[in-house]
């Protein structure tokens, strides 16, 4: 048995990174993501039927009460 010396693997790595940077899909700089506005906390009196329905539909739509809350308004601002 012979003794072999050993192969050089900077180059091999230095090589494969390169080839895997120049890939379509490699990520050369992630975007960074916009920063989310901080919602105002408030306080609400609804009348407990409508509170109800709320639920109901927001259930209905796959919606957590809030966001359901919110869509409302943003209609109701847009008319």
């Known amino acids: 048995m012979t003794i072999t010396k050993r192969p050089a693997v900077g180059s091999q790595a230095q ?3 390169a080839f895997i940077a120049g890939a379509p899909d490699a990520a050369h700089e992630q975007e960074a993501e916009p920063a989310r506005r901080r919602k105002e906390v408030i306080s ?3 009348d407990g039927e409508l509170l109800k329905r709320i639920d109901e539909r927001a259930t209905k ?5 809030a966001a359901a809350i ?3 308004i943003a209609r109701f601002l847009h008319e």
């Open 15 to 17: 090589s494969a990174n």
């Open 70 to 72: 919110n869509l409302a």
């Open 44 to 46: 609400l009196g609804v």
């Open 61 to 65: 739509l796959g919606l957590s009460r």
